[in-house]
């Protein structure tokens, strides 16, 4: 069996690189996100109060991303590993030898008790002639939430409309097989347009059963409030990236950096955006070490936070 889309790892690593701000711009909106991110208000709406039982309950995944060079060299061996730092489950960025192969891959995750959390692919994933290869294979994969890593329609004020409602047409030809799409936003999606945010605008022309994957660590980047972001679409948020702005601090690049409202963006993300998983995402790497070992550190932070 073949994924229904381009090569995951190739789109993704393209996707990355053409959304990457210049270190200079990346560090200059960090420090108003910082500003911002210091006063921020409690979880509005409602009154909802932190819950550490609830969060407890929400499992934490590893985007695979973060190790993306091991994945390369042996994928089986880096699961392995994956799987004995404690996190609960995966989300691809590719599928390495087990591209052609969700059976193999399931059969693998279940071993090592890993559950495959979804995946990032190209929305002609959601297409007519491969719609179909693509449900086959997460329904096998057991994978739930898939996710598109950005559309250059995003950002142009013609297209954005029309990936839109391309996304919430694939919503609903995806909602009887208990598969669900969203996207998910690196910095360029919260350029202003008009007096909103292409982020904003995309929210509010899909339907809900379209949900919002929020990068967390580029939300703060491009000087957003992730709590506000959360709280004006309850319910969209059905997995986050969780990291530190990445370039902002190699020395402290890791989740629990005391620069941030780790507890006030999970508290909000559980209660009010209907969060079902966190998602570790690192992308800095301090010297002396590995990827793996970074990822291991932010995990430690996630769970201390959860926890408290």
């Not at 690196?186 to 008009?194: I, L, N, Q």
């Not at 509010?204 to 959360?230: C, E, K, M, N, Y």
């Amino acid at each position: 069996m073949s994924v229904p889309v381009e090569s995951n790892l190739v789109m993704n690593h393209r996707h990355h690189s053409q959304w990457q701000p210049s270190r200079r711009s990346l560090l200059s909106a960090s420090v108003t996100a910082l500003a911002a991110c210091a006063t921020s208000k409690p979880i509005s709406k409602a009154g909802v109060q932190p819950q550490a039982a609830a969060k407890r309950t929400v499992p934490i995944g590893l985007q695979l991303w973060s190790v993306r060079e091991a994945c390369a060299i042996d994928v089986d061996a880096t699961l392995k590993e994956v799987a004995a730092s404690g996190f609960a489950g995966v989300e691809f960025a590719g599928h390495y030898k087990y591209e052609d192969d969700a059976k193999g891959l399931r059969k693998t995750l279940d071993a090592l008790g890993l559950r495959a959390e979804g995946s990032h692919l190209s929305v002609r994933a959601f297409g007519p002639e491969r719609l179909a290869k693509t449900v086959d294979f997460y329904k096998t994969l057991g994978a739930k939430f898939l996710i598109v890593g950005g559309d250059k329609r995003f950002t142009d004020p013609e297209g954005s409309k029309a990936y839109a409602e391309e996304m919430n047409a694939a919503a609903e030809k995806l909602k009887s097989s208990n598969l669900f799409c969203g996207h998910h936003n690196h910095t360029e999606e919260f350029a202003k347009v008009g007096d909103t945010t292409y982020w904003h605008l995309f929210a509010d022309r899909t339907s809900p059963d379209v949900f919002l994957q929020l990068d967390v660590g580029w939300a703060w980047a491009a000087g957003l409030d992730p709590i506000a972001l959360i709280n004006r679409y309850p319910g969209r948020f059905k997995t986050l990236h969780l990291k530190v702005p990445p370039g902002l601090d190699v020395e402290d690049p890791f989740i629990g950096n005391t620069r941030f409202d780790w507890t006030g963006v999970i508290n909000a993300s559980v209660q009010v955006g209907g969060a079902e998983w966190l998602m570790v995402e690192q992308e800095d790497y301090p010297a002396g070490m590995s990827p793996m070992q970074s990822s291991q550190a932010s995990l430690r932070g996630l769970q201390n936070i959860m926890e408290g």
